[in-house]
């Protein structure tokens, strides 16, 4: 190949990576910035030296409206099973004396296959054609999802609820796709935190 032919090549195949490097570089800024924001508005404790690959991985902790929080940036198998992708993790420890469990996911025809055959209706048609439930304890169930524990999951589900909130022992869990990249990310993230100490504080009381 002539020294022509190279120069001509070149900027073909650098610009690429330099768009590449433009877009995880604001990405990478992005996230930590969002970490930033909920440490300063929920006085949490953030953890930004976790690194995989090029990309931080931060963890934010701390009390918050009396109960132990964490939101981390974790890589882990998705919903439908692809592998090792990065996910945004938020974690609210609660009283769960009685083992009651539950898993809450958006219905769409990958989660119908699924997980329809084990779920719970609450009888209120226009959640439940939103999403899926399954439980050990309906009754309870009920109990919490309560008319403003459906109406504010509306509200995040308007707001692109995409994961999964799942109660398991004394951790009430939301995991989604995606790092915490982008404002509309960080309002979802904020309103799910907000109701899942809505959440844990109806427990004590059912």
Request: proline share 2%; with cysteine; glycine share 4%.
């Amino acid at each position: 190949m002539d020294l022509k032919s190279i120069l001509v090549l070149l900027p073909v195949l650098i610009v690429p990576w330099i768009a590449v490097y433009f877009i995880f570089f604001r990405t990478n800024k992005k996230v930590l910035g969002n970490y930033g924001k909920l440490a300063e508005k929920y006085s949490l404790n953030v953890d930004t030296t976790k690194k995989i690959g090029m990309k931080n991985h931060p963890v934010a902790n701390g009390v918050y409206r009396n109960k132990s929080v964490k939101i981390e940036s974790q890589v882990r198998d998705t919903l439908e099973g692809q592998n090792v992708l990065p996910h945004t993790v938020v974690t609210v420890e609660c009283i769960n004396n009685d083992d009651f469990s539950f898993t809450l996911l958006k219905r769409n025809k990958r989660n119908i296959l699924r997980y329809s055959a084990d779920s719970v209706l609450l009888d209120d048609n226009e959640f439940d054609d939103k999403f899926i439930l399954q439980t050990n304890n309906a009754e309870k169930l009920k109990k919490i999802f309560d008319f403003n524990t459906r109406f504010k999951m509306d509200s995040v589900n308007a707001l692109g609820f995409n994961g999964i909130l799942v109660l398991q022992g004394n951790q009430i869990q939301y995991i989604e796709r995606n790092l915490l990249d982008s404002d509309e990310a960080l309002t979802r993230t904020e309103l799910l935190l907000h109701e899942m100490c809505d959440i844990a504080d109806v427990m004590k009381y059912n």
